[in-house]
């Protein structure tokens, strides 16, 4: 069975055509129906909004992992003896509602920083220093037994005297 080309749809000697927005395929009612559906032509009409697409999206992931790296150079120039006790004054505020650093705190890409691309996002530009989200999950880990998304925004209890007990002592 041979499939036709027509305009950016594919459209098959069986009339089913496949949606140019999110590839279902589909018997059409009309024969100049290319979408699936109305939400589908109306979202393939707007424009994607991604940092490629828009200035506004893109100076927003600018400030947002500029802020990040930031975080992160501070937290590292502390000595070692210092860093827990800044850690949890950093979940504390995000716990207690500051938005934008529950999103640094737990986002995904500075959670999973890419080996081959992202070394752009680590503090010091070393694999050898971790993005603030990783040290915050390291934390979080240690001190709740709990992932840093759930612990900043608030999903469980803070331990059950209120205190953050360290293991070794």
Not at 10 to 18: E, K, Q, S, T
Not at 55 to 71: C, G, Q, S, V
Not at 115 to 132: E, F, K, V
Request: charged share 30%.
């Amino acid at each position: 069975m041979k499939d036709l080309i027509e305009d950016d749809f594919m459209i098959g000697l069986d009339g089913r055509r496949a949606c140019p927005n999110c590839g279902h395929v589909f018997l059409p009612r009309r024969p100049n129906m290319k979408f699936c559906c109305a939400n589908c032509r109306k979202a393939h009409s707007r424009g994607k909004r991604n940092s490629f697409n828009s200035r506004t999206t893109a100076r927003k992931n600018t400030e947002f992992f500029d802020t990040a790296l930031l975080m992160g150079n501070r937290y590292y120039d502390l000595p070692p003896y210092e860093r827990d006790g800044h850690m949890m004054e950093l979940i504390a505020e995000a716990r207690a509602g500051n938005t934008k650093l529950r999103e640094i705190l737990s986002n995904w890409k500075l959670l999973h920083p890419n080996p081959n691309h992202d070394r752009w996002m680590l503090p010091r530009g070393a694999w050898s220093y971790r993005t603030i989200a990783q040290e915050a999950e390291r934390y979080c880990w240690k001190y709740w037994k709990a992932d840093v998304a759930d612990v900043v925004y608030a999903r469980v209890p803070e331990p059950p005297t209120g205190e953050i007990e360290d293991d070794e002592g």
